[in-house]
T-cell receptor
Framework: GQNIDQPTEMTATEGAIVQINCTYQTSGFNGLFWYQQHAGEAPTFLSYNVLDGLEEKGRFSSFLSRSKGYSYLLLKELQMKDSASYLCAVLDSNYQLIWGAGTKLIIKP | EAEVAQSPRYKITEKSQAVAFWCDPI?????LYWYRQILGQGPELLVQFQDESVVDDSQLPKDRFSAERLKGVDSTLKIQPAELGDSAMYLC???????????????FGPGTRLTVL
């Protein structure tokens, strides 16, 4: 079966750096997405990786290792507004998006 | 900035009643998705349309759920009759280029929060 694993919850301090990991086992791979979802709201697109390596976008960076079935989302200079759930999703061989359950990130002052 | 529109934002209904949700995707987006999301879980795909055709409805409970996208633009998802377990967030998303090289990013509407009493 297809599976995506993320930690359920993480806590970090305002101004710090946090890394949210995602491991996946899917039938084929056509890219990995990270979405941010604030409580009660819809997911919003953060990043897309299809090749190995690091993609940087402002305070957020996303890394992919296809051989290890592994990705992480790195958030720097954390702000209170970064408190949200972060969803990892993989596009499989049929171009279907397989979603993880999300990691709830709690930012403390 | 173009957005996916959904209505209503909130719906409270009693079990055995019928409910309907509406979605208008970003203009020009051929692919439309309906998801159900239970608190603390990732979105679960219910149905995917390519223009007016259903691409995937394998996870749609067809005894009570139906979806249509008659003109290949906006879409309606219906539940009849609603059950207590249907309480969830119903999300609509759209994308531009399914299955082609490059990211086929899905953009989500604000969702409809359904509560079945």
């Amino acid at each position: 079966g297809q599976n995506i694993d993320q930690p359920t919850e993480m806590t970090a301090t305002e101004g710090a750096i946090v890394q949210i990991n995602c491991t996946y086992q899917t039938s084929g791979f056509n890219g990995l997405f990270w979405y941010q979802q604030h409580a009660g709201e819809a997911p919003t697109f953060l990043s897309y990786n299809v090749l190995d390596g690091l993609e940087e976008k402002g305070r957020f960076s996303s890394f992919l290792s296809r051989s290890k079935g592994y990705s992480y989302l790195l958030l720097k200079e954390l702000q209170m507004k970064d408190s949200a759930s972060y969803l990892c999703a993989v596009l499989d061989s049929n171009y279907q998006l397989i979603w993880g359950a999300g990691t709830k990130l709690i930012i403390k002052p | 900035e173009a957005e996916v529109a959904q209505s209503p934002r909130y719906k409270i209904t009693e079990k055995s009643q019928a409910v309907a949700f509406w979605c208008d995707p970003i203009s020009g987006h051929a692919t439309l998705y309906w998801y159900r999301q239970i608190l603390g879980q990732g979105p679960e795909l219910l149905v995917q349309f390519q223009d007016e055709s259903v691409v995937d409805d394998s996870q749609l409970p067809k005894d009570r759920f139906s979806a249509e996208r008659l003109k290949g633009v906006d879409s309606t998802l219906k539940i009849q009759p609603a059950e207590l377990g249907d309480s969830a967030m119903y999300l609509c998303a759209s994308s531009l280029n399914p299955g082609l090289a490059g990211p086929d990013t899905q953009y989500f509407g604000p969702g409809t929060r359904l509560t079945v009493l």
